[in-house]
């Protein structure tokens, strides 16, 4: 009986037309075979926002999917969200290979442009309001993707990730078991040498570039508090902008617990540091929501 409940239950989830996991296929130009799932609201906005949620280090779309109020936020505003998901690297994303780190690339990241070019095109999506948002591997993945694709993503939030190149050119798989866990233990360079790694993906490029949240935990022994440090001080230089405040304890969104740090104005480029918070740092939806523009 509990084995046809969840055949049931597996059934009517999958039925749902709206709000729920869907797969996508056939979405586009897809070199590494990754997949693709959306999730609609019931009533989607007028030229909708799109954010792309990537999960984790043996994660799943749908443990993602599950793993934050993204979803409840859709309904309620109207965006729609797309969860790509791989099977490889023990399910962690592609952020070593040049495919990915390079603009127009072979990598996970072209396959990830094409689902958003395939959900704006379907959904007549807001073009200049696409973010992208992940948790350990998914948040340096994020930094991947504002970094190869900055004239796609209009921001994009990590949290417990490492800098865009970090993993660059490592021959181990970019997983907690790989043998060379140099950046993940936290690699430190220059503000220029970071920066490059940024303009060396797309050469040339003149455009805008995507605003930045970061999120860690001074806790975190799988990835070291420093690769945030190291994420800020990149992006710093790809902005041009310069740490103007500091604020810590109440009235920090985060929580308490946390430090803000904010580079620039408070829309361009902010972190937050955890006392006592590991790894992952939690997601804070609204703070997010808040920095993408998507609520006021």
Not at 49 to 77: D, N, R
Not at 95 to 104: C, D, P, R, Y
Not at 162 to 184: E, H, I, L, M, W
Request: charged residues 10%.
């Amino acid at each position: 009986m509990r084995v046809l409940e969840s055949i049931l239950g597996l059934s009517a989830c999958a039925g749902r037309a709206w709000g729920a996991l869907q797969q996508v296929t056939g979405f586009g130009t897809n070199p590494t075979g990754i997949q693709m799932y959306i999730s609609v609201p019931a009533k989607v906005s007028t030229n909708p926002a799109i954010i792309v949620a990537l999960h984790p280090c043996g994660g799943t779309a749908s443990q993602w999917y599950s793993g934050t109020k993204l979803p409840s936020y859709s309904e309620s505003s109207g965006f729609i969200l797309i969860y790509p998901q791989t099977t490889k690297y023990s399910n962690c994303w592609d952020v070593n290979n040049a495919g990915s780190l390079t603009h127009g690339g072979n990598g996970d990241a072209l396959g990830i442009t094409s689902m958003v070019t395939h959900t704006l095109t379907k959904y007549n999506g807001d073009k200049s309001k696409v973010f992208v948002m992940g948790g350990s591997s998914g948040a340096m993945m994020s930094n991947v993707m504002v970094g190869s694709y900055p004239d796609v993503f209009a921001a994009g939030a990590a949290y417990s990730g490492v800098a865009f190149g970090c993993f660059a050119g490592s021959k181990s798989d970019p997983t907690p078991f790989g043998a060379n866990q140099t950046c993940a233990q936290g690699l430190v360079r220059s503000a220029d040498d970071w920066a490059a790694f940024v303009h060396n993906a797309y050469p040339g490029y003149a455009g805008k570039r995507p605003r930045f949240l970061v999120a860690h935990g001074l806790a975190d022994t799988l990835v070291r508090p420093q690769c945030a440090y190291e994420t800020l001080k990149q992006w710093a230089r790809v902005l041009g902008v310069v740490n103007t405040a500091n604020q810590t304890g109440a009235g920090v969104e985060e929580g308490a617990q946390y430090t803000k740090m904010v580079y620039g104005d408070t829309n361009q480029l902010v972190g937050y540091f955890g006392q006592g918070v590991g790894h992952i740092a939690p997601v804070v939806e609204s703070v997010m929501l808040k920095f993408f523009g998507i609520v006021g």
